[in-house]
């Protein structure tokens, strides 16, 4: 029996144990770093704690520590804020867009006869084979002013050889990266919402008078929620704080908070600005977070 | 279909529900007209030349074992499927071509098919909705809906909040709230324990004859469909092999497959003997120095080999020969009991080898000398036990 009872602890501290040395940990290290100042010094900040120097070093530490750097970030002067809010709405309209272009995928798969449906997974699944990277810059090859999407329009004859599309470096170059780099995220919670409904249901709303349009919308469009939910919040997070899409499709004026900390830590070096930025980025998504968090628990329930 | 035994004579077969009969009558016009339809999936025919008329306020059963085309010719009634050939008609109106949700048909699920996300209040009115009723209109028709099957407290209920028992009579309250012509139950009984089923049964027959309607059920469970039917159609291939009333199907079976697919039976391979009007006599062939005598018309000639079908509760075993010198009689001995409680089933050989079971009801506690394993006894029945099957 207590062998079996310590079995379950270990079992259970696993997760635990990974959560607070890989996210709580490192966490607070950038926590405190943002509440620090920067310093010409290796590290770039000040204070340091050293256990070595005593308690009392530990206490005048602490007492160097403050919000400052919040302060410096919230302000409305420094752009921070409009790089938060640009953030949130490129990444808002690019959920829209992934669910508008996931849903059809996800439905004609769960509608798609079973024999083949493994493969559609795969297919979905596939662009992961290759880096991330190496797919993002692709979208360069394909939409630069010399790009094959242009060379082919040219060919086409649809637009002159001297005013190619202007896509490249442009929000909507970044719109075209994160759909296309996220659409997986989207398919696969709304494919395994859409393919566990039950076809009867359709049927029987057929048969109560219902015609195929209207039962969609009563029906599976409701069922299949929970998996619009899920999609659009694994969409949604990581897309607020993209760096690289924005960084090599986007254009000088595309405003994303991932960006914004990436020339703070590496241009300004300033370690102690970028971490503020992480910690409230961090707070700006825990709604989101936490509304997924209570979703996935009602899941479980209602099984 | 009907064998026609019973006007002849005086006896009548056992067990009829009530005078109810419209397919006797040449002036009812059926309901419900399948006419030559086949059905097939690419190579495989699921229901193959069939024609049947059901009528109006009739509860009909399909029985047969799964894959007999049961499913598939309700399936067609209510247009998730369309026949391959032949006509379908719904009071007089062709019904090929029309999508399910333009049938004046309702169905309930095997496996009720509730929205999960709707209340039971929402399921039930979901089909008063389509049909843009008024909203007073609708909590009526629900209210009553919910009373017909006693669930008046569970109206805001989810189903996954609910027990097997009570999601089937949500099923039956939503696909009954659009009083629809016909109501199909595709094995609406299944999911649930033998105690409840049989309980539902007769709910079932009171809320038909409450609600005047016409009742078409499916199911492989004979039982079911002899409590709850008017009538019986026995499906075997895609094909009807015997359509009539309850009684009828189990005294009066028209072939060896019906005989065997409904209820208990012993048959036992025979040779006819004689044909007289309304007696047949026949030498068993697993006890040859015997001659059976079987009450009925027969159209098979002598010579002709035959099968004499023979239900267990009809037989007696006893360990004295019968005073009686008009019934049939076969020595044999006992191989098996099976002790059931209310009856006991003795499993007899017969000196061919043959075995056959014969039901003895268990009327006293005890009894002087019980009959056991390896006895000699009389197995015998009267002529009016048997039946004579030439297919």
Request: hydrophobic share 45%.
């Amino acid at each position: 029996m207590a062998s079996k009872a310590t079995g379950r602890w270990l079992v259970l501290a696993v997760p635990y144990l990974w959560l607070l040395a890989l996210f709580l940990v490192p966490f607070l290290i950038v926590f405190k770093i943002s509440l620090s100042q920067d310093a010409i010094a290796q590290p770039p900040y000040l204070p340091t704690f050293d256990l070595a120097e005593g308690w009392a070093a530990f206490k005048e530490a602490f007492a160097e520590l403050s919000f400052e750097n919040y302060g410096y970030v919230l302000s409305w002067d420094n752009e921070f804020i409009e790089a938060y809010g640009s953030s949130l709405w490129i990444a808002g309209i690019s959920t829209i867009l992934l669910l508008l272009v996931g849903y059809p995928i996800a439905y004609g798969m769960a509608r798609a006869p079973k024999s083949i449906r493994p493969t559609l997974l795969m297919l979905v699944i596939l662009p992961f084979w290759t880096s991330f990277l190496i797919r993002v810059y692709a979208w360069i090859g394909i939409l630069s002013p010399e790009g094959l999407l242009n060379q082919l329009l040219f060919s086409l004859g649809i637009i002159s050889r001297d005013s190619p599309l202007q896509i490249l470096n442009t929000d909507t170059a970044v719109y075209i990266g994160i759909v296309y780099s996220y659409l997986p995220f989207m398919i696969l919670p709304l494919y395994a919402a859409l393919e566990k409904m039950d076809e009867t249901l359709l049927e029987a709303a057929a048969d109560l008078g219902c015609p195929p349009f209207a039962a969609f919308w009563k029906i599976t469009w409701p069922l299949s929620l929970p998996g619009v939910f899920a999609g659009c919040l694994l969409c949604f997070i990581p897309a607020v704080g993209e760096f690289v899409i924005p960084d090599l499709l986007g254009g000088s004026d595309t405003l994303m908070i991932g960006k914004v900390l990436w020339t703070e830590f590496s241009v300004n070096r300033s370690w102690t600005v970028s971490s503020a930025v992480a910690v409230l980025l961090l707070m700006v998504l825990v709604i989101p977070i936490v509304f997924y968090q209570n979703l996935q628990a009602r899941e479980v329930e209602r099984r | 279909m009907s064998t026609g035994v019973t006007e002849k004579t005086q006896k009548t077969i056992g067990g009829i529900r009530r005078t109810f009969a419209p397919w006797n009558d040449p002036q009812a016009v059926p309901l419900i007209r399948y006419q030559n339809v086949t059905k097939r999936f690419g190579e495989f025919v699921a229901v193959d030349n069939l024609s049947l008329d059901i009528y109006e306020r009739e509860f009909f059963a399909l029985l047969g074992p799964s894959g007999c085309g049961k499913t598939t010719l309700m399936r067609m009634l209510a247009g998730f499927e369309d026949p391959t050939e032949g006509q379908i008609t719904l009071a007089g109106q062709d019904l090929v071509g029309t999508p399910p949700y333009k049938r004046q048909t309702n169905m309930m699920f095997q496996s009720y098919a509730l929205f999960p996300h709707m209340s039971v209040w929402d399921n039930i009115a979901f089909g008063l909705k389509q049909d843009r009723m008024e909203k007073g209109a609708i909590d009526a028709r629900v209210e009553e809906m919910l009373k017909l099957v006693k669930l008046e407290k569970f109206a805001k209920r989810k189903p996954h909040q609910l027990s097997g028992g009570q999601r089937q009579r949500v099923a039956l309250a939503r696909s009954l709230a659009k009083r629809p012509k016909v109501l199909l139950l595709d094995e609406p009984l299944g999911a649930l324990d033998k105690k409840l089923r049989e309980e539902t049964q007769f709910e079932l027959m009171d809320i038909q004859m409450e609600l005047g309607m016409t009742f078409l059920i499916v199911t492989h469970d004979q039982e079911e469909a002899m409590t709850v039917a008017d009538r019986i159609a026995v499906m075997n291939q895609g094909r009807l092999v015997q359509v009539d009333q309850p009684a009828v199907i189990y005294e009066h079976p028209n072939s060896r497959y019906v005989a065997d697919f409904v209820g208990d039976v012993n048959i036992l391979d025979a040779t006819v003997e004689t044909v007289e009007p309304g007696m047949v006599t026949l030498r068993p062939v697993a006890a040859p120095e015997r001659r059976f005598r079987i009450a009925q018309d027969c159209a098979a000639k002598p010579g002709d080999s035959v099968a004499i079908a023979l239900r267990p509760e009809k037989m007696r075993v006893e360990l004295d020969p019968p005073a009686d010198t008009n019934v049939n009689c076969v020595q044999g001995e006992i191989w098996d009991i099976g002790y059931l409680g209310d009856l006991s089933i003795y499993h007899v050989e017969l000196p061919g080898g043959v075995r056959v079971k014969a039901a003895k009801p268990n009327l006293t506690r005890m009894v002087e000398r019980p009959i056991t394993w390896d006895d000699k006894v009389y197995v015998y029945f009267s002529p009016d036990a048997g039946v004579v099957l030439t297919s």
